[in-house]
């Protein structure tokens, strides 16, 4: 059975993007893979500062995977700094790519779009992503369209170090990316991200999650007159929530006069409480519980690093480490 991995920063609250660009595509793998699902605190160690805020996201991740049905009988849960061997990965594949690779990465990119300072983690971040990735002989790696370019550099990595060391040294990974939730717009119509303040919280209880939809941007079209469905926030995040039949009436309604944006919003926030319902009553109940959740982070760690240990023989035995 082919293997699949994927990661989420714990970086403060989990959002609807999330779901949608990771974690929902995810956990549809762990049916027909051998699934890793790992939090990636090593990474989140370039914006998070704060050592009790660091174990709480960790936890409310989690959580989050849990509530919305991953199985850790069936799959790998873990944390990512529970596998010391992924740095020592790391280390060998930066000695075998340039600095201009790094530089080239979106994370670097936009750190400098933004007047950020860049640390040393944020320009490694494709090299430990990629140990990340090699280190489980991952065949299918589920990301956002944003991550697609991570994942490309992964697999210029493993075929450099095929090439130099042998065919077989590591698995070459392919990516899966969902097309139509490949990037989920925020309450500005920008793509949604806690760096731009513009996200729905996964867990808000009901009234604040109606509250936080309520302020999606839209134009100042008013209730009389005709509205544009694919150039509207609302409708476009409506669409990955709501039914075919849902998504097809709500359409007809931009399309004639008598739509407020009042009344999209009503539905686009009744469509995303149906479907956060029930996983929100899981998830409150795994986080009234910190003990089994890191009993079942534990027993992953165990499960992961047995597979890690075997890629990185392989790896030390072809550079020559052993």
């Not at 714990?10 to 929902?24: C, E, F, M, W």
């Not at 919280?201 to 999650?209: E, G, T």
């Amino acid at each position: 059975m082919q293997r699949a991995l994927t990661g989420i920063k714990p970086t403060g609250d989990v959002h609807i993007g999330n779901y949608l660009g990771s974690i929902r595509p995810a956990l549809g793998l762990q049916e027909r893979h051998q699934a890793y699902y790992f939090i990636a605190d090593y990474h989140a160690l370039t914006s998070v500062f704060d050592a009790a805020k660091m174990r709480a996201h960790t936890r409310e991740t989690a959580a989050t995977w849990l509530a919305f049905g991953l199985d850790p009988e069936k799959t790998v849960l873990f944390k990512q700094s529970a596998i010391p061997e992924v740095c020592e990965l790391a280390w060998i594949l930066s000695c075998q790519i340039s600095q201009g690779m790094l530089d080239r990465g979106h994370a670097v990119k936009a750190a400098r779009d933004d007047d950020r300072d860049i640390n040393a983690g944020t320009l490694f971040y494709p090299v430990l992503m990629a140990a990340d990735i090699l280190l489980y002989d991952s065949n299918v790696v589920p990301v956002g369209q944003d991550q697609k370019q991570h994942v490309e550099m992964t697999r210029d990595m493993a075929l450099k170090m095929n090439h130099r060391f042998g065919e077989g040294t590591l698995v070459v990974p392919e990516v899966a990316i969902q097309k139509d939730v490949a990037t989920v717009p925020g309450l500005d119509g920008r793509k949604m991200s806690k760096s731009y303040g513009n996200q729905i919280a996964l867990w808000l209880p009901p009234k604040k999650l109606r509250k936080t939809v309520m302020r999606i941007v839209t134009d100042s079209r008013g209730i009389d007159e005709v509205k544009d469905p694919d150039s509207c926030n609302v409708f476009n995040l409506y669409k990955l929530f709501a039914s075919d039949a849902q998504v097809a009436s709500l359409r007809a309604r931009y399309l004639a006069p008598g739509l407020g944006y009042g009344h999209a919003k009503q539905e686009l926030f009744e469509a995303i409480d149906v479907v956060l319902a029930e996983p929100r009553e899981r998830y409150n109940e795994w986080m009234a519980h910190p003990d089994r959740l890191d009993e079942v982070l534990d027993a992953g760690a165990a499960r992961a690093r047995v597979a890690a240990q075997e890629v990185l023989l392989r790896v030390r035995d072809r550079v020559g480490l052993i």
